[in-house]
T-cell receptor, first 112, second 114 residues
């Protein structure tokens, strides 16, 4: 069945450095790719999303890139801050449906 | 304030009990979802609904059932709770069209079955 693979599972960076999280998906019909941030004990919150007709999207320190040919997309966080520490999940739509398939998550730790 | 509400937030219950997890949204969204998530792990879709009287099973097999009698309400029921049901259950909702398909999550219910 369709799946989304996410790497790395844990990532530790120094404050001010960049962090990159990568995901690959298997369903060539997927057309919507959101990223969620989940802080400890909190609900997942959308931080950025991208559609299949766009290759890159940026929002302040956060950017997402999409390579449809290779079926992978990445989250880039620049100038990381301690408050960026959380678990980040990528997701891909199941085909063109409204259902999402989530990756296994990346635990990001930003060291002060 | 428009939001998604889940009750109870925490539930400890014995094996064999029937439980209902409540989810309500004041977002005016058509679509609603239930996910199961072990702490810090990936989210698995167990049920979804695209509107009133519409319910479908998700990708993860679940012994729970759902109903959607009102747009804003999407309760999940376990007829006979078991320790294997111990997990966090997250409810989510989204708009009805492609331009606004972001899923918004509720705060979750942490269930412990003894």
């Amino acid at each position: 069945g369709e799946n989304v693979e996410q790497h790395p599972s844990t990532l530790s960076v120094q404050e001010g450095d960049s962090a990159v999280i990568k995901c690959t998906y298997s369903d060539s019909a997927s057309n919507y790719f959101p990223w969620y941030k989940q802080e400890l004990g909190k609900r997942p919150q959308l931080i950025i999303d991208i559609r299949s007709n766009v290759g890159e999207k940026k929002d302040q320190r956060i950017a997402v890139t999409l390579n449809k040919t290779a079926k992978h997309f990445s989250l880039h966080i620049t100038e990381t801050q301690p408050e960026d520490s959380a678990v980040y999940f990528c997701a891909a739509s199941k085909g063109s449906s409204y259902k999402l398939i989530f990756g296994s998550g990346t635990r990001l730790l930003v060291r002060p | 304030e428009a939001d998604i509400y889940q009750t109870p937030r925490y539930l400890v219950i014995g094996t064999g009990k029937k439980i209902t997890l409540e989810c309500s949204q004041t977002m005016g969204h058509d679509k609603m979802y239930w996910y199961q998530q072990d702490p810090g792990m990936e989210l698995h879709l167990i049920h979804y609904s695209y509107g009133v009287n519409s319910t479908e099973k998700g990708d993860l097999s679940s012994e729970s059932t759902v109903s959607r009698i009102r747009t804003e309400h999407f309760p999940l029921t376990l007829e006979s709770a078991r320790p294997s049901h111990t997990s966090q259950y997250l409810c989510a909702s989204s708009e009805g069209d492609r331009a606004q398909e972001t899923q918004y999550f509720g705060p979750g219910t942490r269930l412990l079955v003894l």
